[in-house]
């Protein structure tokens, strides 16, 4: 005898979901389910055993360098505000995209790429809060003149612990 069904879509949902979607990992998102391999599993074992046809999916060949596959795009305007948990690197290749910030240092005008044209170059947040992702609080900086700076790496002492000295 089986357990009982624990699963929060029902097979319609599943068939749904499978013919409005290009990838396993897009039928999970319509189904509400995390990414992790047990529910990419457990997918597959249900289109299989349904029956149902999967042949239009893409797969990851067709994937790779689109945008959102299963994931909306979190819209700037959410993004660029106080109490942001946005991953810097990514922010600042979507400010370089919109023109919101220039590819150069702001403080010296540095812009020298790598021989594979990466362009090394780093993403500053004024008042020393990582999570204040506001416009007005961020700059683009070199390595060097961002190194210059009295918060660079956490140096701002904010969050800092201080020891106690033990006395014997």
């Known amino acids: ?71 909306p795009r979190i819209p700037l305007e959410k993004i660029l505000v106080e109490n942001s948990y946005f991953q810097s690197f990514k922010l600042k290749k979507r400010l370089f995209k919109t023109g919101l910030k220039p590819e150069h240092c702001e403080q010296c005008g540095w812009a020298q790429r790598t021989v594979n044209g990466y362009l090394p170059l780093e993403l500053d947040h004024i008042n020393g809060d990582r999570h204040d992702n506001r416009l007005e609080n961020l700059r683009i900086l070199c390595p060097n003149c961002h190194s210059l700076t009295p918060n660079h790496r956490g140096r701002s002492g904010k969050g800092k612990r201080k020891h106690a000295r033990v006395l014997e």
């Open 1 to 71: 005898m089986k357990g009982k069904n624990n699963r929060s879509w029902t097979k319609e949902h599943l068939i749904e979901a499978v013919k409005d979607s290009f990838s396993y990992r897009q039928v999970l998102a319509r189904l509400g389910l995390r990414e992790s391999g047990g529910n990419y599993e457990q997918i597959k074992k249900y289109i299989k055993e349904y029956g149902l046809d999967n042949r239009h999916f893409k797969g990851r060949g067709w994937n790779a360098g689109m945008h959102g596959i299963g994931k």
